[in-house]
């Protein structure tokens, strides 16, 4: 049996949940609404205050998408509720990051600086040498924390690039002299 999936997941009381019968869910919420085609083999039952979702088989299939339907919705009631955040951190000389209106530019050691337009949805914060990325949908959050992080990916040896907060860059010894 799924440990996630048969868990049921608590809806909030300013949250309105409805799942149609194709299971597309929409999610409205005081941060905002989140739309999502959720697997049609799942079954998925709004309890009064609980939504349990369950399987129809124990197939490998199933009981993958078990667990997965029940995350999605809980990460879209957590999203509408409280948002989703990533840090990045900027290491190295030089390396800067500055916001101008909706555009994030960074000056990453390239001949030119890179700009960079927030999605739909999603807002970015430079604090110093941190770059805080805040939205309501979880996948969109760290997609663009990723395209970030692409630009400038930490090296081995000095820890030089862009970084997620909780990342350890593993450091290599440079070259010995003789």
Do not use: C
């Amino acid at each position: 049996m799924s440990r996630i999936g048969i868990k049921p997941i608590n809806i909030p009381a300013k949250v309105e949940v409805s799942i149609n019968a194709d299971n597309y869910a929409v999610v409205k919420g005081p941060k905002g609404q989140l739309e999502q085609q959720l697997p049609q083999s799942m079954s998925i039952e709004i309890d009064g205050e609980e939504i349990v979702v369950s399987r129809p088989s124990d197939n490998k299939e199933h009981r993958s998408l078990h667990g997965l339907t029940r995350t999605l919705i809980n990460n879209m009631i957590i999203g509408v509720t409280e948002g989703f955040e990533k840090t990045l951190e900027i290491v190295g000389v030089g390396y800067r990051a500055q916001k101008q209106g909706k555009k994030l530019v960074l000056n990453l050691g390239f001949s030119h600086p890179v700009e960079m337009e927030d999605p739909q949805g999603i807002e970015t914060v430079v604090e110093g040498s941190k770059i805080i990325i805040k939205g309501i949908d979880k996948q969109q959050v760290g997609n663009y924390a990723a395209v970030i992080r692409d630009w400038r990916r930490p090296e081995p040896y000095k820890g030089k690039g862009i970084k997620y907060s909780d990342e350890v860059v593993r450091r290599k010894a440079g070259k010995t002299g003789k």
